[in-house]
C-alpha cells in the first residue's frame, strides 16, 4: 500500500522556465510534508517542508503547495535552472511515525 | 561532526557473506534512521532507533537484517548471507528529536549511503 505517490517518474523543463513535481497521499493522518532533493551518489537533502495548517511555503525559488482536500500537494521551482536537475522526493509525517517517501521524480532542467 | 557520516562508501561483497555498513550522526542527534533504495525504487524504510533502543524495526526486510546503536551514537546495519537482491545505497540519516520523525520542523539529514553491491 503505496501512502505517498509520485506519479511522474521523470520531468524534463527548459531552463528559466516553472518544474512542477507533484505528489499525492492517501492517509489524512499526514500532518507535516517535506521535500528532499537527491544527486546520483548522494544522499537526499532536505529542500523545504510545510504544515497541514497552511497551504503555501515560499523559500526563494522553491514554493511548495498543499491542497489537503485533494490530498496533493505540489512543489514549484521557478525559474528552473540546470543545477536543479536531480531525482526529487516527496515524504509525508504522521505523528507517532516514520516519514513515508514517495517514489522520487527526477527533474531534468535542459540549457 | 558536521554531517552524517556513513561507512564505507562503497562495498562489493560475494553473495553469502556478511557485510556491516557503520552510521557516524550528527553529535547529539537522538534519532537515527536507516532507510534503502534499491535501483529505480523509491526510499524504503529500515529501521528507526530512539537513543539505543530500536521502537521500530518493522522495515527490515528479512531475520539477515539487524541493526545496532550503542552509546546513543553510532550505528551498525549488519546484512548476514548477503543475497543479490540486497544490492542497493543504504542510507543513514538522523534528526534532533526522537519520535517525531521529521514532522514540525525536526528536519531529518541524510548521509551520502553506504554503496553495496552483492555478486
Known amino acids: 500500500d503505496q501512502q505517498v505517490k509520485q506519479n511522474s517518474p521523470s520531468l524534463s523543463v527548459q531552463e528559466g522556465r516553472i518544474s512542477i513535481l507533484n505528489c499525492d497521499y492517501t492517509?489524512?493522518?499526514?500532518?507535516?510534508f517535506l521535500w528532499y532533493k537527491k544527486y546520483p551518489a548522494e544522499g537526499p537533502t532536505f529542500l523545504i517542508s510545510?504544515?497541514?495548517?497552511?497551504d503555501k511555503n515560499e523559500d526563494g525559488r522553491f514554493t511548495v503547495f498543499l491542497n489537503k482536500s485533494a490530498k496533493h500537494l505540489s512543489l514549484h521551482i521557478v525559474p528552473s535552472q540546470p543545477g536543479d536537475s536531480a531525482v526529487y522526493f516527496c515524504?509525508?509525517?504522521?505523528?507517532?511515525?516514520?516519514?513515508?517517501f514517495g517514489g522520487g521524480t527526477r527533474l531534468m532542467v535542459k540549457p | 561532526g558536521a554531517g552524517v557520516s556513513q561507512s564505507p562508501s562503497n562495498k562489493v561483497t560475494e553473495k553469502g557473506k556478511d557485510v556491516e555498513l557503520r552510521c557516524d550522526p550528527i553529535?547529539?542527534?537522538?534519532?537515527l534512521y536507516w532507510y534503502r533504495q534499491s535501483l529505480g525504487q523509491g526510499l524504503e524504510f529500515l529501521i528507526y532507533?530512539?537513543?539505543?533502543?530500536?521502537?521500530?524495526k518493522s522495515g527490515l526486510p528479512s531475520d539477515r537484517f539487524s541493526a545496532e546503536r550503542t552509546g546513543g551514537s553510532v550505528s551498525t546495519l549488519t546484512i548476514q548471507r548477503t543475497q543479490q537482491e540486497d544490492s542497493a545505497v543504504y542510507l543513514c540519516?538522523?534528526?534532533?528529536?526522537?519520535?517525531?520523525?521529521?514532522?514540525?520542523?525536526?528536519?531529518?539529514?541524510f548521509g551520502e549511503g553506504s554503496w553495496l553491491t552483492v555478486v
Open positions: 540519516a538522523s534528526s534532533l528529536h526522537g519520535g517525531l520523525a521529521g514532522g514540525s520542523g525536526n528536519t531529518i539529514y
Open positions: 532507533f530512539q537513543g539505543n533502543s530500536a521502537p521500530d
Open positions: 510545510i504544515s497541514s495548517i497552511k
Open positions: 515524504a509525508a509525517y504522521k505523528p507517532g511515525n516514520m516519514l513515508t
Open positions: 492517509n489524512s493522518m499526514f500532518d507535516y
Open positions: 553529535s547529539g542527534h537522538t534519532a
